[in-house]
């Protein structure tokens, strides 16, 4: 092989046996979707060279050298230039099967048994793919308009096991970008990619056996075979950048004034990269491309985080910005950033102090924090650098965070310790259902940047500290400020309330149950702290980090059932609430006294001892319930009802009470008084006083055109057998026996209808009864059978 000499890609088959991607280099990445501006611009040059004459002086287009050795079988072997070969292979590929010219296709590029001399030692799937594709001639030809995708995904000889190789899905992707870019190209023919005397695409190839360089030492040098990551090119193209944004600025490194550019570089390089990859590299393996992928994408993931920080929020475009940074799907560009204007001062200056300042010291992470219960920077940190999408909540909490920094500095770690304390407490009871929420939040934190430093006495003494937050969280801020400034003994009660997992800074309940606020007024802060500790401590025996702390036969909702009606509102239905943070049949919501229920748990609580166990004081409320709604005492009779409602809601309709499986009345569900009915039919005592009557299964349904229902079962003999169906209706329960069964069994009938009030209706003999007599006639009727 020739130490240096320049081809055009077919002379490379004319001179060796074919050419085979090594075991040591990755899949094909040029039609991968996040290479789509590689792709576009490599595509581009390729058309721009095929759209001039063939005498212009500026032909070929070099693409420079491929690097590569021979194997035993003498197939070109490349080290470097893999991504190049590959795309000109399927270019040929495609103008040949445009022109007509699949069969000199085949002669330069296929076995004479019409395998792809072009060939992948990485996949064998890969190998297969390029062996069935350089065999297909469309038929009949594709339109412009055609996708080469689906037709070439829809060929017999395309395998479904395909779909898993990222080298052929990235063959497909470029394949498409062709058709598009190439179809009705009129100067882009086969025939000129293979013309020798006048080339058009031409290479260089570089033997390393030429040049005694072994493979393994060559794939060191090229970084084993990889082109530039998306950060490196990024960083690159920032560097420049920076050079124009901060042209006479600089900063101290190693006690020396250097450029911004240079500092960022060489940070960047060193210091920053070793706190990126100690993130990074969790496993230790300073060798793993995967790694090295993750590095890349953690760097790449914190400056989208801090692009959407640093957005003005009174800028047009802010919610369009929002939008496209939030997206971790789309791997964003330096030319993303640069055509947006993300890449303004606030950006460059706080990614600059953020990392000099997380990246400060000897351990992993300088918190600038003094503590993590409020704000977490490493977990922050963490969330920053993965693909999850860009959580609204923490991209407000981190504004408030890059703010103080920017302002004040990391020197007063208190005050920034109680300008986060506010910012979480402020965000995370907060509703942010999209950028406009986003928006009034940060410009809410922007006005009150100013008294970041003593933000507490800031709280205590405005009637409108903040603006852009939900106004009951505010008040609630507001008088806690005023309990801390007035007595410091405050602080660690409301402190260790707010930490609580489940209530997150939300503890309003808490002030109002304990009158805390009257401590202002009377000035007697033991006494009303004390009161505060009480409720507090009613409220952790009552929740956990997760939500309502599970007591068997559930116990907290019927004893609040046994105060009054609790549930909350949910759309169609009511729901006996949920652990969930947010939604609107949750405690959460309880707690925030929405819809006035509040009032109830309160009633409750005054009601226990919180240095006693609870549950006997829970069964005690119940056992004493006296209510006057029918089906209030029916729930607290019954925990299994509760149990039924996978969801915790149950739906009041046409009169009546059903407990749903799950959120519709689509979907299987049962009717209250017909199922407490049911269970309790089943005790021992019931079930001896039946029979004969046996108490058979439970039948919910779905929809609405039939009711639930419950039945008994008189089996007069082996063949002889008679259903009792009993539903509830709104004024209590109707029987019913279908007179098919009947037949035969006159005295029986004569019985029912004479001595139980049942009359002949749609087939079935029935009778009503009221609820609260239901039980006594089953009894009577068992009496009837037995005789």
């Given amino acids: ?25 990755r899949d094909y990445a040029q039609g991968r979707a996040d290479t789509e501006e590689v792709r576009s611009e490599f595509l581009g040059a390729l058309a721009r060279a095929l759209a001039l004459p063939p005498d212009d002086p500026s032909l070929p287009l070099n693409l420079d050298f491929v690097y590569g050795t021979l194997n035993p079988q003498r197939q070109f072997v490349p080290l470097d230039g893999q991504q190049r070969l590959t ?46 594709l350089s065999q297909h001639a469309p038929s009949p030809a594709l339109g412009a308009d055609d996708s080469l995708i689906e037709h070439l995904t829809d060929q017999p000889w395309y395998f479904r096991h395909w779909r898993l190789d990222p080298t052929i899905q990235s063959c497909l992707t470029m394949l498409q ?56 090119t990024f960083k690159a193209r920032y560097e420049r950048h920076l050079h124009t944004q901060f042209d ?17 570089a060489w940070r960047m390089d060193t210091r920053w990269a070793d706190f990126f990859w100690n993130f990074s590299n969790a496993r230790n393996d300073a060798t793993a491309p995967a790694t090295m992928r993750l590095f890349d994408q953690a760097v790449m993931n914190l400056l989208q985080m801090v692009a959407a920080a640093t957005r003005a929020p009174e800028a047009p475009g802010y919610e369009a910005d929002l939008l496209k940074l939030r997206n971790r799907q789309q791997r964003l560009s330096y030319q993303v ?161 707010e930490q609580h997992g489940y209530f997150q800074g939300q503890i309003d309940f808490l002030l109002d149950h304990s009158s805390a606020a009257w401590a202002l007024q009377s000035h007697a802060h033991a006494t009303w702290q004390e009161h505060f500790a009480s409720s507090l401590a009613l409220a952790e025996q009552m929740f956990d980090d997760h939500g309502l702390r599970a007591i068997d036969d559930f116990l907290w909702e019927r004893a609040l059932l046994s105060e009054g009606d609790y549930l909350l509102k949910r759309g169609y239905n009511h729901s006996f609430l949920g652990d969930g943070l947010t939604g609107p049949g949750t405690w959460k919501r309880l707690l925030a006294n929405e819809d006035g229920m509040r009032v109830t748990l309160f009633c409750l609580w005054n009601r226990l001892d ?100 419950l039945y008994l079962l008189h089996r007069h003999s082996p063949q002889v057998h008679t259903h009792l169906y009993v539903t509830s209706t709104p004024h209590g329960f109707l029987l019913q026996n279908d007179v098919d069964e009947l037949l035969g069994r006159d ?30 006639r089953l009894v009577a009727l068992a009496g009837l059978l037995a005789a």
């Fill in 248 to 264: 006479g600025h600089t900063r101290q490194m190693h006690g020396k004034p250097v450029s911004t550019a240079t500092f960022f």
């Fill in 337 to 497: 950033y640069e055509d947006n204007g993300w890449l303004d001062d606030a950006f460059s200056e706080t990614l600059m102090l953020l990392l000099e300042a997380w990246s400060e010291g000897p351990g992993n992470f300088a918190t600038q924090l003094p503590t993590a219960h409020y704000f977490d920077e490493v977990a922050f940190f963490n969330h920053a650098i993965s693909d999850q999408p860009l959580n609204y909540t923490r991209l407000v909490q981190f504004c408030g965070y890059a703010m103080f920094l920017r302002r004040h500095g990391s020197s007063q770690p208190q005050a920034f310790g109680e300008w986060m304390r506010l910012v979480v407490n402020l965000s995370v009871n907060a509703s942010y259902d999209g950028p406009d929420d986003v928006k009034r939040s940060v410009s809410g934190l922007g006005e009150m940047l100013e008294q970041a430093l003593d933000i507490l006495a800031h709280f205590a003494s405005v009637d409108r500290p903040v603006s852009g937050f939900r106004g009951t969280q505010v008040r609630e801020e507001i008088t806690k400020a005023k309990l801390i400034v007035a007595d410091s003994q405050w602080r660690p009660l409301l402190e260790h309330a």
């Fill in 610 to 709: 919180e240095t006693r166990p609870l549950p006997a004081q829970l069964q005690r409320i119940i056992d004493q319930a006296r209510v006057r709604e029918p089906w209030r005492q029916v729930l607290i009779q019954t925990p299994s009802a509760l149990g039924y409602c996978a969801l915790r809601q149950l739906r009041f309709e046409r009169d009546q009470v059903y407990l749903l499986a799950r959120e519709r009345m689509s979907g299987s569900h049962a009717e209250l008084f017909s199922f407490a009915l049911h269970q309790q039919l089943q005790t021992p005592q019931r079930l001896a006083q039946l029979a004969p009557l046996s108490v058979e299964g439970y039948v919910p349904v779905s929809g609405s055109a039939d009711e639930p229902y």
């Fill in 87 to 132: 795309t000109l292979f399927l270019l040929h590929w495609y103008l040949a099967q445009r022109d007509g010219e699949l069969a000199a296709f085949a002669q330069l590029f296929c076995n004479a048994n019409g395998s792809a001399r072009f060939a992948y030692s990485v996949r064998p799937s890969s190998s297969e793919f390029f062996d069935a």
């Fill in 747 to 776: 005295a029986l009938a004569h019985a029912l209808q004479q001595d139980f009030d049942f009359v002949v209706e749609a087939g079935y003999l029935q009778s009503h009864c009221p609820r609260d007599t239901v039980e006594q």
């Fill in 1 to 25: 092989m020739s130490a240096n000499s320049q081809i055009i890609f077919g002379q490379l088959f004319e001179r060796y046996a074919g050419t085979r991607i090594p075991l040591i280099q």
């Fill in 177 to 232: 970008a062709m058709h598009e870019r190439f179809h009705n190209a009129a100067t882009a023919r086969f025939a000129r990619l293979i013309d020798v005397q006048r080339p058009v695409i031409s290479f260089q190839i570089l033997d390393l056996d030429d040049f005694g360089l072994a493979d393994d030492l060559y794939i060191k040098m090229n970084a084993r075979g990889m082109p530039l990551t998306a950060f490196e």
